[in-house]
C-alpha cells in the first residue's frame, strides 16, 4: 500500500554546486510538500549507517566516503503516491539513463554523484526519515 511521504537527500555535489535551492523549488513544484527539512553533515560513520544496506558492495567505502564531504539536505516530502512520484521525478541513478527534465538529468554529474537520493519504497521512506528527523520534526 502506498504511502504519501518520502525522505530525499539532496546531495553533497549539488550542495557545493549551489543547486539546492533550485532542486528543492522543482520538488515543491512538482506537488511535493515539505514536511521536515535540514542541512546537515554526515561523518563516514553516520553515512555508513544510512547506507549499511551496501555495507558488502564494492561502492561501498567510495559512497560513505563521498557522502560525507560535505553538506546535505535531508527531506521529508508529503504527496498521494509520494514514493513513486518522487522516483519518477528525480530520475534513472545513472544521470545519463535520466529522462529529460529529471532532477538527476538536470543536475547531475555522474553515477555516484548524482544530485539528490529518493527513498525506493514506503518501508525505506519511514526508516530514512526516521534517520534524520524525529517524529516531533516531522509536521
Request: aromatic content about 10%.
Amino acid at each position: 500500500m502506498a504511502t504519501n511521504r518520502t525522505f530525499t537527500m539532496v546531495k553533497p555535489d549539488a550542495v557545493e554546486a549551489g543547486n539546492a535551492g533550485a532542486i528543492l523549488k522543482m520538488i515543491e513544484e512538482a506537488g511535493f510538500r515539505i514536511v521536515a527539512l535540514k542541512k546537515t553533515l554526515l561523518t563516514q560513520e553516520r553515512a555508513g549507517q544510512f547506507y549499511a544496506v551496501h555495507a558488502e558492495r564494492p561502492f561501498y567505502a567510495s559512497l560513505c566516503a563521498y557522502m560525507s564531504s560535505g553538506p546535505i539536505y535531508a527531506a521529508i516530502l508529503e504527496k498521494e503516491n509520494a514514493v513513486a512520484d518522487f522516483r519518477t521525478l528525480i530520475g534513472a541513478t545513472n544521470p545519463a539513463q535520466a529522462a529529460e527534465g529529471t532532477i538527476r538529468k538536470l543536475f547531475a554529474t555522474s553515477l555516484e554523484a548524482n544530485a539528490v537520493h529518493g527513498s525506493d519504497s514506503d518501508e525505506n521512506a519511514a526508516i530514512e526519515g526516521g534517520f534524520f528527523f524525529s517524529l516531533t520534526e516531522q509536521f
